[in-house]
């Protein structure tokens, strides 16, 4: 099925580090949302994006919506062990309720 | 709090074994999807459910698979015939048009 590019696929940094991690589409969306998924559950919202340009934090996360409605962005900041996971972002295009959700970058943090 | 519950959350099976995913979502909420995550891969949209309406199956691999939707409630996604390439784990979600809430989900192994 049709997937978002998200990279990078994995990173393994130290506790402490900022990451930064993104999703590129061909296909403009009017809707960005960033996941994360714990092992063994399933993934829970982090931050949503409703308009181009829009930057909108949620603690340590900080999330972009792309100017070209084609990208988006996932930053966050002095990562802690807890931090751990696969991040996932998802992608839905105005009038439709499916979804598009990027391939996960799964994150390590080295104590 | 309550949440979206599936079962179960493990199934073994073996190859042509027919089985049946079962969803309870969080009530309320009148749209219902399942998605499949594959080892290392991102969601697969698999089908949606919005309240009366007929389900977008669009996403369904093969004829092998079928979902249904009782009441507007509770889902149970079956696979007939299961194959190797079935092996997944089985997320079903319940949300609205900007956020989704997924279920623990169920990993299927077919051997």
């Known amino acids: 099925g049709q997937q978002l590019n998200q990279s990078p696929q994995s990173m393994f940094i130290q506790e402490g580090e900022d990451v930064s991690m993104n999703c590129t589409s061909s296909?403009?969306?009017?809707?960005w949302l960033w996941y994360k998924q714990d092992p063994g559950e399933g993934p829970v919202l982090l931050i949503a994006?409703?308009?181009?340009?829009e930057l909108t934090s949620n603690g340590r996360l900080t999330a972009q919506f792309g100017i070209t409605r084609k990208d988006s962005f996932l930053n966050i900041s002095a990562s802690i062990p807890s931090d751990v996971g696969i991040y996932f972002c998802?992608?839905?295009?105005?009038?439709?309720?499916?979804?598009?959700f990027g391939t996960g970058t799964r994150l390590k943090v080295l104590a | 709090g309550a949440g979206v519950s599936q079962s179960p959350s493990n199934k073994v099976t073996e190859k042509g074994k027919d089985v049946e995913l079962r969803c309870d979502p969080i009530?309320?909420?009148?749209?219902l999807y399942w998605y499949r995550q594959s080892l290392g891969q991102g969601l697969e949209f698999l089908i949606y459910?919005?309240?009366?309406?007929?389900?977008?199956k669009s996403g369904l691999p093969s004829d092998r698979f079928s979902a249904e939707r009782t009441g507007g409630s509770v889902s149970t996604l079956t696979i007939q015939r299961t194959q190797q390439e079935d092996s997944a784990v089985y997320l079903c979600?319940?949300?609205?048009?900007?956020?989704?809430?997924f279920g623990p989900g169920t990993r299927l192994t077919v051997l």
């Open positions: 998802a992608g839905l295009t105005s009038g439709t309720y499916k979804y598009i």
């Open positions: 296909s403009i969306f009017n809707t």
């Open positions: 994006l409703y308009k181009a340009g």
């Open positions: 009530s309320g909420h009148t749209a």
């Open positions: 459910f919005q309240g009366n309406s007929a389900p977008d």
């Open positions: 979600v319940e949300g609205t048009w900007n956020e989704q809430f």
